[in-house]
């Protein structure tokens, strides 16, 4: 049965002092090449405690709605989940379209590792080392047809192990966008594992979307589908309640939520008494991110 994390990080690679370090920037300094995305993680590492929270904080506090509404639901529900086989069906805008298996997949992919930090917008944080590829190499993998604009994203469909779905809290399947240049970015990540261990089926198994500058709902979970559309795809969190869930959902501490600041933030590791922290500029990528944004009113496009 493959590995579906498939870390190719060595051991002696995980050490205190490279830990911040992802495997391109590793190579990168051995070969003394400079790599798109090079200054993504040590840039973050400069402004923000990259500190990884705890294997059991990142996998018994989660919102995974299939599974029900509560934080400990997930954890407790989600075991249910059947994820291999797995595979993801590839269509829209692309010159190779189709079902393409997991395994094959991950045995294309360059695996990583990156510590990033996750900002929910319910306002409480926490560190998560993932485990995964380039979401823009498995779309370079289906290939790009000129007139894509937008990657949609869609969640798999299973009432009988998702029993949450047996509810209408979201309208079913859960689905996610983004711009097709937020895609392509180099931090834009498809995880399969946290800390060298398959991704729990709480967290998204076998597979999902990490987007660390935005709100963790961009990161759709268990995803079956990518879509390459030409128009703005819909967001499951936009359909439920658009006055308060944009399509874009980047951190920003300036941009209140309609029922709650979003300046500070609780960190879960930190525990309940923990003193908040300031949010950051999204989430402390602003270095990185920020020119895809340039020239668009953030207080419009929240
Ligand atoms: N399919 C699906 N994906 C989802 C969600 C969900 O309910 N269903 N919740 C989102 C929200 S609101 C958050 S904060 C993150 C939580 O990810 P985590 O549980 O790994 O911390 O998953 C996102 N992805
Ligand atoms: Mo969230």
């Known amino acids: 049965m493959a590995k579906r994390w498939i870390n190719d990080l060595s051991q002696a690679d995980i050490t205190p002092e490279s830990t911040y370090l992802n495997r391109r920037q590793i190579l990168a300094g051995m070969a003394g090449v400079s790599v798109a995305g090079l200054g993504a993680a040590s840039s973050a590492r400069a402004s923000a ?11 018994s506090y989660n ?3 299939e599974f029900g509404t509560g934080k400990d639901d997930p954890m407790k529900y989600a075991g249910s989940l059947t994820t291999e086989p797995w595979s993801i069906e590839i269509d829209g805008l692309v010159e190779r379209p189709g079902t393409y298996a997991l395994d094959d997949i991950l045995s294309k992919m360059t695996m990583e590792e990156r510590i990033y930090r996750f900002r929910c917008v319910e306002a409480w944080s926490m560190v998560v080392p993932w485990n995964g590829f380039e979401l823009a190499d498995l779309l370079q993998m289906a290939g790009l047809k000129e007139g894509a604009k937008y990657v949609a994203f869609e969640t798999l469909m299973r009432p009988e192990e998702m029993p949450g779905q047996k509810y209408p809290v979201l309208e ?27 991704i729990p089926n709480q967290n998204g ?13 961009k990161s759709i979970k268990s995803i079956v589908r990518i879509t390459l559309t030409e128009g703005e795809p819909p967001t499951s969190w936009n359909r439920a309640n658009p006055r308060e869930y944009g399509f874009y959902s980047n951190v920003n501490p300036t941009v209140d939520h309609p029922r709650w600041s979003q300046a500070t933030e609780r ?8 003193k908040r922290k300031p949010t950051l500029m ?13 020239g668009m009113d953030l207080r419009t496009h929240y």
């Open 63 to 65: 919102n995974f709605y």
């Open 267 to 274: 960190t879960i590791g930190g525990g309940l008494f923990a």
């Open 205 to 217: 198994a076998p597979i999902r979307l990490v987007v660390p500058w935005k709100y963790g709902f």
């Open 282 to 294: 999204f989430n402390g990528y602003e270095k990185e991110v920020a020119s895809l944004y340039e």
């Open 172 to 198: 079913w399947p859960y689905v996610e966008g983004l711009r097709l240049d937020e895609a392509m970015h180099p931090l834009t990540l498809m995880a399969t594992g946290i800390y060298g261990k398959p």
């Open 49 to 59: 405690d990259l500190t990884p929270d705890s294997w059991e904080v990142i996998t």
